[in-house]
Structures are given as structure tokens and as C-alpha cells.
């Protein structure tokens, strides 16, 4: 975890300025700037509600699947505007991947739904689908437990394979950022340690954002962490700082458990 005797020294991968969202007439996300550095694993914690998985969808525009909504002000990537950069959404979500609450793995093999996102980018020769699906799934830790049963159904597989392929399918595309909301939140103990440990292993080439509800999950696998509350951003700093001294009184009332 990184300190605060620790200087900084990764750029900023994701800027976010003066940031307003709403799902029709609602506001639910009130003028949010933040900056989110590469290589470190950022924590977002609030109350139910307070937008956090709608923020975290805002960085890679899929919630434009599903509803109408409005994103004003500025969110970049490495300086372009993830909305007016003129990015193209489907290149987007490669780089900026995503994994959800609740494990949701294709229908599929387990070989397939790792390969799914290379073919989508036009990758065919088998062995190097091979290659990509091996590095995959060693990436997420998954290599040794599935290498024999790569045929199989996914759905076959322990909630917590199922969350480490859904990891892996994400991976298979090289993405730079990696958006993970609540991912342990269906997981036993022992499937979160290993989701946990395997962030730490991720940071090193990704950029990760988590959301969660766990507090000591935050506390052990974050180097920063945003507390929201009601679609604002009432405080973020290293996540060392805010656990031991927050600057805002909601805070500590949060994180002590005296509301939310
Ligand atoms: N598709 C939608 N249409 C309209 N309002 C929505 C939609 N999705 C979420 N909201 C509203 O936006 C607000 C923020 O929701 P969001 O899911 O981002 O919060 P959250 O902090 O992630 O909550 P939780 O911790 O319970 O997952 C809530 O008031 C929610 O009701």
C-alpha cells in the first residue's frame, strides 16, 4: 500500500473534473473531481445509493447500453475526453474493462469466454488464441485449476473460478484499466483472499478501480480510496490517510460505522 511518506510517482491515468450524471431528471452524481493514477488500486466507499457504481460505469460509457442518461463535465483518459475525444466506445471497453457483483460468465466453455473478447477483435489463428487464453487465465490465477478442463462449461465452476475467468476474460483483451464493482461481494472468504491477493498482483500493470462495501477489504487492497455520499465526493486521499485520519467528520462517522 502506498504511504504517505511515499512520493507519488505514477501519472494520472483517469482525470475526472466538475462531473455531473443523471439518469433522466435524478442527479445522481453532483460535480465529482478526482484524479485516479495508474498502477494503484483506487477503492470507492459510501452508502447505498450515493452513485458509486455509477461512477464506476462512467469509465467506459456502459451504461449508454441501457438507459437514458446525461454525463456532463470531464472524464479522461491519459488527457482525451472519454465522452467528446471522439473514442470509440467499443475500443473504450477493451481498454477500460469491467467486472461485476455477481459473477456472470458466458453459456460457454471456459476456453471460450476467454477467447470471446480476441475474436470480437479479429484475432483467429488458433494458436495465439491459444496464447492469449493461457496468459489469461494464468493472470488470473486460474491456470492450473481449469488447464485440464478447458471444454467445460463455465457455469461448471465455483462462484469464485467464475469471478476469476469473468477477471480473465477481461484480461484476454489487454485492457489498461480494470473497473471491478463489489466483485467479492458473492464470494466466501477464501475465494475474496484470492480475488484480493490477485489485485495486488494486477496493479502492477493495471490500473485498478474497485468499489466496495467492505471496509477492510479497502482498507487491505487499496492505495487510495473516495468516499461518496449522495452522488458528491466527500473526501479522497491515500487510503492510509483516510483510514487513520480523514479530514472530514462523515467520514470518520462512516467508516466507524456511526452511519450508513
Ligand atoms: N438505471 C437507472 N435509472 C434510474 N436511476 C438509477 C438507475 N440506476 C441507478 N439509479 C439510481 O442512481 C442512484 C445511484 O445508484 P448506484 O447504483 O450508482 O449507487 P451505489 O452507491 O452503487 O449503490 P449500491 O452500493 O447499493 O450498489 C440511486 O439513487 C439509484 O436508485
Given at each position: 500500500m502506498l504511504s504517505p511518506q511515499t512520493p507519488e510517482t505514477k501519472p494520472v491515468k483517469l482525470s475526472v473534473r466538475n462531473m455531473d450524471f443523471r439518469y433522466g431528471e435524478k442527479?445522481?452524481?453532483?460535480g465529482l473531481s478526482l484524479d485516479i493514477h495508474a498502477e494503484r488500486v483506487t477503492a470507492i466507499i459510501g452508502?447505498?445509493?450515493?452513485?458509486k457504481s455509477t461512477f464506476l460505469k462512467c469509465f467506459n460509457r456502459i451504461h449508454e447500453v441501457s438507459s437514458a442518461v446525461k454525463v456532463s463535465g470531464d472524464m479522461q483518459i491519459d488527457g482525451v475526453?472519454?465522452?467528446?475525444?471522439?473514442?470509440?466506445e467499443v475500443d473504450l471497453r477493451r481498454r477500460v474493462g469491467m467486472v461485476f457483483q455477481k459473477p456472470n460468465p458466458f453459456p460457454k466453455s471456459i476456453y471460450e469466454n476467454v477467447a470471446f473478447g480476441p475474436r470480437l477483435f479479429g484475432v483467429k489463428d488458433r494458436a495465439t488464441l491459444d496464447g492469449i487464453v493461457e496468459d489469461a487465465l494464468r493472470k488470473s490465477a486460474l491456470w492450473d485449476e481449469v488447464k485440464d478442463r478447458l471444454?467445460?462449461?463455465?457455469?461448471?465452476?465455483?462462484g469464485g473460478q467464475q469471478q476469476r475467468l469473468c477477471i480473465a476474460r477481461a484480461l484476454a483483451v489487454n485492457p489498461e484499466v480494470l473497473l471491478m464493482d463489489e466483485?467479492?461481494?458473492?464470494?466466501?472468504p477464501i475465494a475474496t483472499a484470492k480475488i484480493e491477493e490477485l489485485i495486488g498482483e494486477l496493479k502492477e500493470n493495471l490500473t485498478i478501480v474497485i468499489v466496495t462495501h467492505n471496509m477492510q477489504q479497502a482498507a487491505r487492497v487499496s492505495d487510495y480510496t473516495a468516499f461518496f455520499w449522495l452522488g458528491k465526493l466527500i473526501e479522497m486521499d491515500l487510503t492510509e490517510r483516510i483510514f487513520?485520519?480523514?479530514?472530514e467528520r462523515m467520514t470518520e462517522d462512516y467508516l466507524t460505522g456511526r452511519f450508513g
Amino acid at each position: 500500500m502506498l504511504s504517505p511518506q511515499t512520493p507519488e510517482t505514477k501519472p494520472v491515468k483517469l482525470s475526472v473534473r466538475n462531473m455531473d450524471f443523471r439518469y433522466g431528471e435524478k442527479k445522481v452524481l453532483d460535480g465529482l473531481s478526482l484524479d485516479i493514477h495508474a498502477e494503484r488500486v483506487t477503492a470507492i466507499i459510501g452508502p447505498s445509493g450515493c452513485g458509486k457504481s455509477t461512477f464506476l460505469k462512467c469509465f467506459n460509457r456502459i451504461h449508454e447500453v441501457s438507459s437514458a442518461v446525461k454525463v456532463s463535465g470531464d472524464m479522461q483518459i491519459d488527457g482525451v475526453d472519454i465522452y467528446r475525444g471522439g473514442i470509440d466506445e467499443v475500443d473504450l471497453r477493451r481498454r477500460v474493462g469491467m467486472v461485476f457483483q455477481k459473477p456472470n460468465p458466458f453459456p460457454k466453455s471456459i476456453y471460450e469466454n476467454v477467447a470471446f473478447g480476441p475474436r470480437l477483435f479479429g484475432v483467429k489463428d488458433r494458436a495465439t488464441l491459444d496464447g492469449i487464453v493461457e496468459d489469461a487465465l494464468r493472470k488470473s490465477a486460474l491456470w492450473d485449476e481449469v488447464k485440464d478442463r478447458l471444454k467445460e462449461s463455465a457455469t461448471g465452476m465455483s462462484g469464485g473460478q467464475q469471478q476469476r475467468l469473468c477477471i480473465a476474460r477481461a484480461l484476454a483483451v489487454n485492457p489498461e484499466v480494470l473497473l471491478m464493482d463489489e466483485p467479492c461481494s458473492a464470494l466466501d472468504p477464501i475465494a475474496t483472499a484470492k480475488i484480493e491477493e490477485l489485485i495486488g498482483e494486477l496493479k502492477e500493470n493495471l490500473t485498478i478501480v474497485i468499489v466496495t462495501h467492505n471496509m477492510q477489504q479497502a482498507a487491505r487492497v487499496s492505495d487510495y480510496t473516495a468516499f461518496f455520499w449522495l452522488g458528491k465526493l466527500i473526501e479522497m486521499d491515500l487510503t492510509e490517510r483516510i483510514f487513520t485520519t480523514p479530514r472530514e467528520r462523515m467520514t470518520e462517522d462512516y467508516l466507524t460505522g456511526r452511519f450508513g
